[in-house]
């Protein structure tokens, strides 16, 4: 289970920071307030436009960045306090962690498995499982560099499952991805579901949320403006689709705001 | 200790899987020195050969009977030309600026009749050379010459003179005394290694640990695979002596490569820059000089590992952090170059500076100069300082600020 109480995440900008921001202030609130709660056995989405926190929250519970305010609880254990036993139970993949390309994907597995201090025949059963599931196997021993981005994609979502872990956190699994390998990475998130894992994924993909999340936090500004399932979300807002319940409540907001 | 175990394998596979890297970080660079060093000493025993195979072209004014005498039962040869008149002199001055003649040598007119006449208040008679220093010839025909053969010139003029030259010798120095050299044979190499070494051996420690050091930490930042690391359940500790670890032994083993191919064609290069220095060298170390040397070894190795990875963790990429391993690089450079040309005992407090104290205790160790205070506080201050280091990287990698993008 996860659990966000308050969490904020607040930037100090260096003066280039602030000139790229076209901005004055020399603070980003990157997180505002935010707090969720992600149930085993759920694909949780955190669903908003670029640029309004979801990366910095997922960071925040892999123990990447510290909470400025707030408290997160991953299966009971405090970020800040046990950030160990946290990324033990943790599978994290986002675009900017990239897996060394020198090594090849098998070397990689082998390696963050070790890290993880799984037993060697566990692990090689999850390899046999995780490279068949994803066609890895006829590239295993191919230096990651000379990879395509999907096979890279595909590689790096096999390392980050290499320790079966408990709950999987995807900051936009498919972005870049074919529609073919994007719909295998889809499937294997609800197969995970279905063995009673915690998935957490953010996405700005309208349809990918529609029928991948259980539930979904609409974050925008660092805010959440907006939580529930399917239904729930286009109850609230009278829309027809994902699409138009968003623009309904990102509407709101700017108005607010 | 899993951690840092995993990090310290995967780091040395990075290199040792890698026959590029292992060819550019242990072979390379020996194999350049080596090139360099033989190219520089065959180049330099040439040129003295070619000097010494060199037959001097002297030109001689109004040579006398006698050194013509001379010259005919004298071993060393000379292509010899004479002056005539004016314009011959001229020629001659003219052919030594030009470095086409080496030496001119002017006697005084009637030169035999003047030392056969010489009386007691007469003015002693005067033979004058003339030669061009900034030609390697006629320099080497100056010296041979003007200090050699004409000293024997005037003993065969002073034995006609005298009849019997024991008379006025008076007394020999050291002309049958093979046993004028007192020291100790160990001691004395130990002194000519240990000028080198120390120089070597810091310089190769801090350069191994270099190139790879920034991309082991920097590029991993760059590349963005140092978050993997981070998101991996080990102790950002781990992380750090697991690289620490790994750098030591990577720039360890290539500067003992370095070390073995330079003891092995030491003699090789050095035969022609200094006849003899290099196959005399006879190095023969105690047990407890190599339990020294090894253990203040693993100490320096440790402290620049950790100068090396603090410097790349506060930068965003190998290029930066190269940059500022750069000025400390031409520091370490500069302090293993002063320890090279410093003598005279060295003061108990030169002991106590980081660094400058790890390349004298060397210097020490193999001239058997260093007392165990000197030692002790030298190895311990390097650890010390090593660990303070590494506290201090582990520290920056918690901050977020230096390691998430």
Do not use: W
């Amino acid at each position: 289970m996860i659990e966000i109480k308050n969490l904020s995440k607040i930037f100090k900008l260096n003066k280039k920071q602030m000139a790229e921001l076209k901005t004055k202030d020399p603070v980003k609130t990157a997180v505002d307030d935010l707090s969720l709660t992600a149930k085993k056995g759920e694909i949780y989405g955190l669903l908003g436009p670029n640029g309004a926190g979801k990366t910095t929250t997922l960071r925040c519970i892999a123990t990447i960045i510290k909470p400025t305010k707030g408290e997160i609880y991953v299966n009971g254990h405090e970020v800040q306090k046990e950030p160990e036993a946290v990324r033990t139970s943790i599978g994290f993949l986002t675009s900017d962690i990239k897996l060394d390309e020198q090594f090849d994907v098998d070397y990689m597995f082998q390696f963050f498995g070790r890290l993880h201090n799984v037993p060697k025949d566990v692990l090689n059963r999850r390899k046999e499982e995780l490279f068949t599931y994803f066609g890895i196997k006829e590239f295993a021993h191919k230096q990651i560099k000379e990879l395509s981005t999907g096979m890279k994609q595909k590689a790096a979502i096999a390392v980050s499952l290499a320790h079966n872990p408990d709950i999987v956190i995807f900051d936009e699994p498919t972005n870049g991805l074919d529609i073919i390998t994007a719909r295998s990475v889809t499937d294997y998130l609800k197969k995970l579901k279905d063995e009673g894992k915690l998935i957490i994924v953010s996405t700005h993909i309208m349809s990918e949320a529609e029928k991948l999340c259980d539930r979904i936090g609409i974050i925008v500004d660092g805010r959440k403006i907006a939580e529930g399932t399917l239904g729930e979300l286009l109850h609230e807002t009278g829309a027809e689709d994902l699409e138009d319940a968003f623009f309904e409540l990102y509407r709101n907001r700017k108005e607010e705001a | 200790m899993n951690g840092i175990k995993q990090i310290f394998k995967k780091e040395l596979d990075r290199v040792f899987k890698d026959k590029k890297m292992i060819f550019s970080v242990f072979l390379l660079p020996v194999l350049i020195m080596v090139v360099i060093m033989s190219i520089v000493g065959n180049l330099a025993s040439n040129m003295e050969d070619d000097i010494e195979n060199h037959t001097s072209i002297v030109y001689i004014q109004n040579e006398p009977e006698s050194f013509a005498e001379f010259q005919r039962q004298a071993t060393a040869k000379y292509s010899l030309k004479f002056i005539e008149s004016a314009e011959d002199r001229k020629k001659a001055e003219n052919d030594i600026l030009n470095g086409k003649a080496d030496l001119i040598i002017e006697f005084p007119e009637s030169f035999d009749a003047q030392v056969a006449d010489y009386e007691e208040g007469d003015t002693i008679p005067q033979i004058k050379t003339y030669y061009n220093p900034s030609e390697d010839y006629s320099n080497s025909a100056f010296r041979n010459i003007s200090g050699t053969t004409l000293e024997e010139y005037r003993q065969m003029l002073l034995a006609q003179r005298m009849g019997n030259l024991e008379q006025i010798v008076v007394f020999e120095v050291n002309s049958d005394n093979d046993n004028m050299i007192i020291q100790d044979d160990k001691k004395a190499s130990g002194k000519a290694v240990g000028m080198m070494l120390p120089y070597f051996i810091t310089i190769l420690l801090f350069a191994g640990a270099m190139g790879i050091g920034s991309d082991m930490i920097a590029g991993e930042k760059e590349r963005g695979t140092m978050a993997s690391l981070l998101v991996s359940p080990i102790k950002r500790s781990s992380i750090v002596l697991g690289k620490v670890f790994s750098l030591m032994a990577i720039s360890g083993l290539s500067s003992l490569v370095y070390v073995i191919v330079m003891v092995v064609c030491m003699p090789l290069m050095m035969k022609s820059m200094a006849p003899g220095s290099g196959s005399d060298l006879n190095l023969q170390l105690s047990v407890s000089q190599i339990v020294m040397l090894g253990a203040l070894l693993v100490a320096i190795a440790f402290l620049y590992s950790t100068i090396i990875a603090l410097l790349s963790v506060f930068a965003k990429s190998t290029k930066e952090a190269n940059t500022y391993i750069m000025p400390v690089y031409m520091l370490v450079l500069i302090i293993g170059l002063i320890t090279m040309f410093t003598t005279g005992e060295a003061n108990n407090i030169n002991f106590f500076i980081p660094i400058y104290n790890n390349a004298l205790a060397f210097q020490g160790i193999l001239s058997q100069d260093i007392t165990v205070m000197q030692y002790v506080v030298t190895l311990i201050e390097t650890l010390a300082l090593g660990g303070i280091l590494t506290a201090i990287v582990v520290k920056a990698f918690e901050t977020e600020k230096v390691m998430a993008k």
